[in-house]
Structures are given as structure tokens and as C-alpha cells.
């Protein structure tokens, strides 16, 4: 029988921080299902009372206590949330105070800081990111390829867009694509806007029946989506990338992110924010 209880990311800002860890650590708890809820810009007293209001009423509704999962600064409005019926985790404060103890001064108990645009060269390179991946999405264009962090490659539909998106998103790395089509297979060879940039390129593979899935969703029937002609491009890349020694890797049954974190990893990429 599939236990259910609720879960909360309580912040006074965006939530994501919360987000992040809190779900993290309900993911070990396979057994029980969550349903979560985030509740943002919990930045005064009246919307602290509301969300406890949510909080209590969810804790009603299941029989037994939520999960709060909290990266509120205020203390003011963290005692309000922790007078709720909840099992309320201070994920700040868990830290926060060893931290002060070791270092022996007091922290800024400043909201926001995870997620602002105080940073303005964080923020800036972030939007740069972005910008330059959407610009050199799928051999868009191929003008400023010299600039890119990374040129990930790969047959079409094998997740090379959403990577290169998180990629300058998470980590404000510029990360454009080329998609490796059946006329470079013939010869064997990297298309020639490639050969120069050899050292930025990392490969995305994909199980052809999988590829087949997913462009069977997107062109049903189509030649372009028959498990036939999947296998055939998904063998052809991979002895395309072995020939021309790019290192690549299979996203089959990879999330995005951990897509993204291998390839920081396998290509020596320099993370820009956080």
C-alpha cells in the first residue's frame, strides 16, 4: 500500500533552494508519495498565516503532519511557520549556526541572496548564456562558434537542446549544438564548421528504440521516426564520434541534470554561477 503525505518548499523568495534540497532528500523515502507544494515570497506576517492556514489544512485533510521544508531568513515570520501542524525543517538554520559558531561571526540573515540579481556579472552571464544557446540551437547559426563553452552533438531528438539550455541556465555556460544528420555519416567525417572547434565538442547518444519514441511523437509514421532508421543513425553517430575520438555519452536514462553535471565534469567546464 502506497503511503501519501504532504510536502511544503516554504521561502521567502523564489523557493528554489528549498525546492532543491528538500526534494532531494524526499526522493530517499521511495515508499511514500509526496505531493508537493511551493509556496514563494513568504515575506510577511499576513502571507506566513496564509501558508500555515495551507499547511494545517493539508494535515486535516491526509491524517498526519506535513513536511515543511524552510529557507525563510525573517525570524519573525519562522515563528509563525513553525507553529503550524508540520514537521517544520529549517534548512538555513542547520547550517547557518555551526557555520557562525566556526566562524566566529554572525551571518547577514539576508533575503534573497541565493537567487538575486545583487551578483550583477552572475546575473549578466547568465542571461548571456542564455541568449547565445538559443542563437545557436540546432546549427542555427555557426558565426560565433568560437565562443561557445561546449558544442554538444548528436542525432536529432537525442536531448541535446534541453542539456544546452540547463547548461546555461544552472551553470551560465554558453553551450550551442549541432544535430549530426545522415550526410555526414557517408564520409565519415565531422562537417566541416566542426573541424576547427574539435576540442569543444561532446556527443549525446540515445537507445534507437527510445528515439524512436520520441520522434514517433513528434513525426508519427514518418521515415524520420521508424526504428529502422533510428538504429541506423544512432550506429553511424556513434562510429562517427569514435572515428573522430569525441567523447559522448548515452542520455537513455538520464535525467537532465545529471546529463548536464557529467558533462561539467567529463569536459573540464568552469561553473559561472550559483
Known amino acids: 500500500m502506497t503511503v501519501r503525505r504532504s510536502a511544503f518548499f516554504i521561502s521567502d523568495r523564489t523557493g528554489i533552494t528549498a525546492e532543491m534540497l528538500g526534494h532531494s532528500l524526499l526522493t530517499q523515502f521511495e515508499q511514500i508519495e509526496f505531493s508537493e507544494t511551493t509556496l514563494p515570497f513568504i515575506d510577511s506576517a499576513e502571507k506566513a498565516q496564509a501558508a500555515v492556514e ?3 489544512a493539508a494535515s486535516k485533510r491526509d491524517g498526519s503532519r506535513p513536511l515543511v521544508f524552510s529557507t525563510l531568513v525573517d525570524p519573525n515570520i519562522i515563528s509563525i511557520v513553525t507553529r503550524a ?11 547557518i549556526a555551526p557555520m557562525e559558531a566556526e566562524l566566529g561571526v554572525r551571518s547577514s540573515h539576508a533575503v534573497g541572496r541565493s ?6 556579472a552572475n546575473y549578466f552571464r547568465r542571461i548571456d548564456a542564455v ?6 540551437d540546432d546549427g ?3 558565426k560565433d562558434l568560437d565562443n561557445a563553452d561546449i558544442i554538444l552533438v548528436g542525432v536529432s531528438r537525442s536531448g541535446k537542446t534541453p542539456t544546452c539550455l540547463y547548461l546555461a541556465l544552472q551553470y551560465g555556460v554558453r553551450a550551442a549544438n549541432y544535430p549530426l544528420i545522415p550526410e555526414d555519416f557517408g564520409a565519415m567525417t565531422l562537417p566541416s564548421v566542426l573541424h576547427k572547434r574539435r576540442h569543444r565538442l561532446f556527443g549525446l547518444t540515445i537507445m534507437p528504440d527510445r528515439l524512436h519514441q520520441i520522434r514517433s511523437e513528434r513525426r508519427p509514421g514518418s521515415q ?6 533510428c538504429v541506423a543513425e544512432v550506429r553511424e553517430a556513434e562510429a562517427l564520434m569514435r572515428n573522430e575520438s569525441i567523447p559522448y555519452l548515452d ?5 537532465i541534470e ?5 558533462i561539467m565534469h567529463q569536459a573540464n567546464l568552469q561553473r559561472h554561477i550559483y
Open 54 to 56: 495551507e499547511i494545517n
Open 85 to 95: 501542524d508540520a514537521l517544520v525543517l529549517d534548512c538555513f538554520q542547520v547550517f
Open 115 to 120: 537567487h538575486s540579481v545583487a551578483n550583477g
Open 131 to 136: 541568449n547565445y544557446t538559443l542563437s545557436y
Open 140 to 142: 542555427q547559426a555557426t
Open 224 to 229: 524520420y521516426a521508424s526504428l529502422a532508421n
Open 251 to 255: 542520455t537513455t536514462t538520464r535525467s
Open 258 to 262: 545529471e546529463i548536464a553535471s557529467t
